[in-house]
């Protein structure tokens, strides 16, 4: 059995590795898809003491990082079902598509996030050429152009704010008759002039021309009527789900979003079970952040075994 196995081979699941193998510990990496969402990921400037990367790389780079660390990776693993150990410092086993199970003394969740897609032609074909994610990531990318953010809520409005201090010109779209965001940021948005707020519109197709995106297609829900906006980005912002659908029967606290509770320490209520990254109710989701509460909940998890494992 490893002594410490961990879930997702993302900036988080790979920080957690690093730490632990240098700690002498036996650890294991078992992933869907080594590396995450990075490997969705153009450009990124927001890494400190890398000015400039892109996600790919990024990969690679962690990829050397744990050859050179002697850790194990199982990738294209995926994780079906927990099965936490019945007493401290007792194996976990982890239950795998197609049949297979690893054991552990301690595990670290980190299985991430995705966003929530709109579905609607275009979205994927243009993804990364002018649909985007991720304002803090992206934002700059559309320094005076026009850009729509999609959906109302304290995401959304707070994505069109903070985007509406950078680009030229924003359009945020709701679905729904009103938005559902905190009074004060709807306030904050409608107080800026660059910015017009659209409800009861339903987005139907993101059109593009020479590989970037031109317009948005949209419905108004009330008339019927079509109509095109011409613009040259498009946010999504209709939530992150957290790949957390695999431990609803494992006993591990869940909010009510499904994101894995942790505490300061990335301890879940399972002892010897931790967790890190997108997929935890720690706020704001950035690679820093993951690989940041990847060591944290390393160093837990080595906190943990030298008290409750014979080492
Ligand atoms: P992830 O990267 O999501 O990794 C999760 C890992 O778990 C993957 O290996 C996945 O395959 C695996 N996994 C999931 N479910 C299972 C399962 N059941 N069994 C086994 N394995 C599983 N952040 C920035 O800081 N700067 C940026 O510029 C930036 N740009 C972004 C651009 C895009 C397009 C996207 C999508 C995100 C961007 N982000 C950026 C956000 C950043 O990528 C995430 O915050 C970060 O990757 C989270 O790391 P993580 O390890 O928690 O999760």
């Known amino acids: 059995p490893f002594e410490v196995l961990i879930i997702g081979g993302g900036p988080a699941g790979v920080a957690s590795a690093i730490y632990t193998a240098r700690k002498g510990f036996r650890t294991g990496i078992a992933a869907e898809r080594f590396g995450g969402q990075l490997n969705d990921t153009l450009g990124i400037e927001n890494l400190p003491g890398t000015e400039y990367t892109e996600g790919p790389r990024l990969v690679t780079d962690l990829k050397t990082q744990v050859d050179a660390n002697a850790i194990e990776v199982m990738n294209l693993a995926l994780a079906e079902r927990l099965e936490p150990a019945t007493q401290k410092g007792a194996l976990h086993t982890v239950h795998f598509a197609g049949g297979g199970t690893l054991k552990a003394r301690a595990l670290i969740l980190a299985t991430g996030a995705r966003w929530r897609n709109l579905g609607v032609p275009g979205e994927a074909e243009y993804r990364n050429k002018g649909v985007a994610y991720c304002p ?176």
């Open 136 to 311: 803090h990531c992206d934002g700059p990318l559309f320094k005076g152009k026009r850009i729509a953010v999609i959906g109302g809520g304290n995401s959304g409005v707070e994505a069109a704010i903070d985007l509406a201090q950078v680009v030229g010109h924003v359009t945020l779209i709701e679905f729904d008759h009103q938005l559902r965001a905190d009074k004060v940021l709807q306030d904050k948005l409608r107080s800026m002039d660059n910015v017009d707020i659209i409800v009861s519109a339903q987005t139907t197709e993101i059109t593009g021309a020479d590989g970037k995106v031109n317009a948005l297609k949209r419905k108004d829900r009330n008339s019927g009527e079509e109509h095109t906006l011409a613009l040259e980005g498009v946010f999504v912002q209709i939530g992150l789900v957290p790949n957390s659908e695999w431990l609803k029967d494992s006993g591990i606290e869940l909010s009510q979003h499904g994101e894995i509770v942790t505490d300061a320490r990335g301890a879940t209520n399972l002892p010897g079970v931790f967790g890190a990254g997108d997929t935890t109710t720690v706020p704001y989701k950035q690679i820093v952040i993951a690989m940041g509460q990847g060591s944290t909940a390393a160093l837990s998890a080595f906190d943990y075994l030298i008290r409750n494992v014979a080492i």
